[in-house]
């Protein structure tokens, strides 16, 4: 009872916890008292504001004399420039410096820049030092890192207003002021028109695949897949024409943006996903960040950066004309800007917050973080030799990559990080698990431990890296989960020590497309389960280890927009339609589909308004995002991880004094549950009582008389479902009459007719159940094979009767024989 006491005190002093996070974050933020609502500090859900912000940069005098038109990063710290001034310019950012690449013709009018993709599949390309320009005398040149012209290609009647690379550099897509869209080789030959309209083509984008084009016509948007018979797929998008466009290969979202003075994000059906304000002036520019996470736009004056799903993080209001291009480095930590009054604005993404449990850490500056303990308030600076790409906080590390190096970091411990060099700088994504964690380069998946071992490089034909997030990529302590592109139905799984496939090499194969995959983190590595959102937004729990010879996929929950689960318990959380739903035991399926409902825990979730994303779950507090982009802290109960914690111990005692404490069902179902599981008969007889199941306290009641430890087991896989397990089990042990049996009281009589023929026993007992079967239901018999075998076996009752007492002796004679043998072991 001490035990349990503590156990609500801690609950509430993590409450505390929180809203001294809150509390203090409000402080940091100038947020006064009265802004903070009384509701959130006295209800278990807690309200905050999330911030990051772009820090610009612009020289006193422009570098060019006329309009900027386009800008392209060649590395991480250096950019070219165009401008109407007939001038490329190189722009250190290390040094500072600013140089002239080359003076253009007097006729040529740049306006638009691409480099050459410099990676594909991780592997470095040959003819990476080239970028394709195009002018508006009608052609696109070709040209090297020197700023000499290598080919000019006559392309379009009119300006040349867009030129794209595709993702793997074998493909350049060009959109004309004639409406033509054209397909040439990456050596300059055209390949095909892929489209003819009437009205200029402003801007172009590939798909996530390099097999579709998306493209403006007027106020329309278009997707054209490349095959020719292929469907194409078009909507109305603004209202005044559409200017800009961009696709990000990572998330699959669609940005655009026009003379309506509106940006907008789009699925790639054309789904409407959000729609900005009405800016004061067109919004000329917008642009994706390699990574998908956030996106930049531009206007007159106006540079703004936002989250995925549309809000904005931050809002500078630079001198600098209308901004016509926007370009991220491959990294996505700085964003470059062409301005209308010969400018070029650079800018880095600063203010990034990371928080777990009592730490908030918070990017200052490019090398530099703030580690702030909020329950002391005790602070640390932690400094970098080069620019920070990714952070990530979890199960008390902090990882840290730079561009060149790897630092982790102990909740313990903030002086000293481990460091260690990165092959590829660019690390697009960093994933943790309690006792390693994951890098993503644009070479491959690595899986370190936080000694800063290499543990395991996980791959698998046609793996592209560039292309993983946090929804296709999930890590535990054994085991990888990796979506394909290529096939959205499969997963790949790996062990995390080894780096092979699991099991067989078989990936696992959902019936549908699989939009986000999450592992459980707790537990021994033969419980391993992962859950899955597919396409309808239906949930489904599987078993990464099969059991048998396929996946028991189970489904689990309808329309979920987002999961995650628990850090230190095998508890699941997501928001279902309009519920926030806790499934405190979602293995549960497997052992007692009856039991999930009353295991769950659901509440209205109209508090995180629409379209909210869970973004972790930790201890007792799940942190959601909200579309707006205010995070909000929801506390649930801490009584069922404790349950959790007693069954993997085997406490069964405190278990049950627990559930008798909280006078709970849904604790009591989820007990019953685990004790199923563990086959616990006794447990799960009082939690079964508890719920008021009478039936199945008397099946469990049943399989406690059964003489044998194997019909006991074969029974309890019954009691679950599994009829192929349990009549495996039985014939293992010898056991023919209990198996035939079974598939009698289950009415499975074509199978008990089998076995009796192929065991040449018992063929008069199963003539004899059908017989009376038959009887019962006024019907006569129809199945041939009965037939056949009812000509010539005589049904006699009284003997069946003697020949299944003859086996129940037989049974029991063996199990008191298995357990004298086992008791003079054990002395011995």
Not at 348 to 370: A, C, G, P, Y
Not at 585 to 607: G, I, Q, R, W
Not at 733 to 739: D, H, K, P, R
Request: hydrophobic share 40%.
């Amino acid at each position: 009872m001490h035990e349990l006491l503590a156990v609500e005190l801690l609950w509430q002093l993590d409450m505390i916890s929180c809203l001294l996070s809150i509390v203090i974050t409000v402080k940091t933020q100038h947020v006064s008292d009265s802004e903070v609502s009384a509701k959130y500090l006295f209800s278990e859900d807690f309200t905050l504001a999330t911030t990051m912000r772009l820090k610009t940069s612009l020289l006193k005098e422009p570098k060019h004399k006329e309009l900027v038109s386009c800008v392209g990063w060649t590395t991480a710290d250096e950019l070219y420039s165009c401008s109407e001034d007939h001038q490329i310019l190189r722009w250190n950012l290390l040094t500072s410096e600013t140089s002239l690449v080359v003076k253009l013709q007097e006729d040529l009018f740049p306006i638009d820049l691409h480099w050459f993709p410099k990676t594909v599949g991780g592997k470095k390309q040959a003819q990476a030092e080239i970028f394709v320009l195009t002018s508006t005398d009608g052609k696109f040149h070709l040209a090297s890192k020197m700023g000499r012209i290598e080919k000019s290609v006559e392309a379009h009647k009119g300006a040349v207003l867009a030129g794209r690379w595709n993702y793997d550099g074998t493909a350049l897509i060009t959109a004309g002021e004639d409406g033509q869209i054209k397909i040439w080789s990456k050596s300059g030959m055209l390949r095909s028109t892929l489209a003819q309209q009437g009205s200029p083509v402003y801007s172009v984008a590939w798909g996530p695949d390099s097999d579709r084009i998306l493209y403006t016509s007027g106020r329309l948007l278009i997707i054209k897949p490349l095959q020719p018979s292929a469907k194409l797929l078009q909507w109305k998008a603004h209202d005044g024409i559409i200017l800009k466009v961009d696709w990000n290969s990572v998330n699959d979202l669609i940005l655009s943006s026009g003379e309506d003075c509106k940006y907008k994000v789009w699925d790639s059906y054309g789904r409407l996903l959000y729609t900005s304000s009405s800016h004061d002036y067109p919004v000329t520019s917008v642009s994706w960040s390699p990574d998908g996470e956030v996106f930049a736009v531009g206007s007159f004056n106006t540079l703004r950066l936002c989250d995925k799903t549309g809000w904005s993080y931050a809002l500078e209001k630079p001198n600098t004309g209308s901004v016509f291009s926007l370009a991220w480095s491959a990294d996505g930590t700085q964003l470059a800007g062409a301005c209308g009054n010969g400018h070029v604005i650079f800018a880095h993404v600063v203010e990034q917050r990371w928080e777990w449990r009592s730490f908030e850490i918070t990017l200052t500056k490019r090398r530099t973080m703030q580690v702030r303990n909020v329950v002391n308030d005790a602070g640390d600076v932690l400094e970098f030799r080069d620019r920070v790409i990714k952070a990530s906080l979890a199960h008390g590390h902090l990882v840290v990559t730079t561009s060149l190096q790897c630092y982790v970091y102990s909740a313990t411990n903030w002086n000293t990080p481990l460091i260690f060099d990165l092959k590829e700088g660019t690390v697009s994504l960093i994933v943790q698990a309690e006792k390693h964690f994951l890098l993503v380069d644009g070479t491959g998946v690595y899986v370190f431990s936080y000694e800063g071992r290499l543990i395991s490089t996980p791959r698998f034909p046609g793996m592209r890296t560039d292309i993983l997030n946090a929804q296709s990529v999930s890590l535990s302590n054994d085991t990888i989960a990796i979506r394909d592109k290529s096939d959205e139905k499969v997963i790949f799984l790996f062990d995390a020590l080894t780096g092979k496939a699991l099991g067989d090499g078989k990936p696992l194969t959902h019936k549908m497309e699989v939009v986000e995959i999450a592992l459980d983190q707790c537990g021994p590595s033969s419980d391993r389960k992962i859950a899955v959102i597919d396409k309808n937004r239906d949930l489904y729990l599987t078993a990464v280890h099969r059991l048998y010879r396929e996946h028991n996929i189970c489904k689990i929950g309808t329309m979920v927009h987002t999961m995650a689960w628990n850090d230190s318990a095998n508890i699941l959380c997501g928001i279902q339609d309009t519920q926030f739903t806790v499934w405190h035991y979602p293995s549960a399926v497997f052992t007692d589909k009856d039991l999930l409902p009353k295991t769950l825990y659901m509440k209205d979730a109209s508090e995180f308004s629409r379209a909210p994303h869970i973004l972790n779950y930790v201890g007792t507090q799940v942190t959601v995002r909200r579309c707006d982009g205010s995070l909000v802290y929801s506390s649930v109960s801490p009584y069922p991880a404790l349950l959790h914690e007693y069954s993997a111990s085997s406490r069964w005692e405190d278990a049950l004094r627990l559930c008798r404490f909280a006078k709970d069902q849904s604790l009591w179902a989820c007990l019953a549950g685990m004790a199923m599981a563990n086959r616990e008969l006794t447990t799960a007889e009082v939690a079964y009582a508890a719920i008021g199941e009478v039936d199945k306290v008397q099946y469990i009641n049943s399989i406690k008389d059964l003489p044998s430890k194997e019909s006991s087991v074969a029974h309890m896989l019954l009691f679950s479902g599994h009829v192929q397990e349990a009549e495996a089990t039985l014939l293992q042990a010898g056991l023919v009459y209990q198996t035939i049996q079974v598939h009698i009281n289950l009415y499975n009589w074509d199978r008990a007719l089998e076995l009796a023929v192929k065991h040449k026993t018992h063929v008069d007992t199963v003539l004899a159940y059908r017989l009376k079967f038959l009887q019962d239901f006024s019907k006569k018999e129809t199945n041939k094979r009965f037939m056949q075998y009812a000509d010539g076996v005589e049904v006699d009752w009284e003997k069946i009767q003697a020949k299944v007492e003859m086996e129940l002796v037989k049974e029991r004679e063996k199990a008191a024989t298995i357990s004298v043998r086992n008791s003079l072991a054990s002395r011995r």
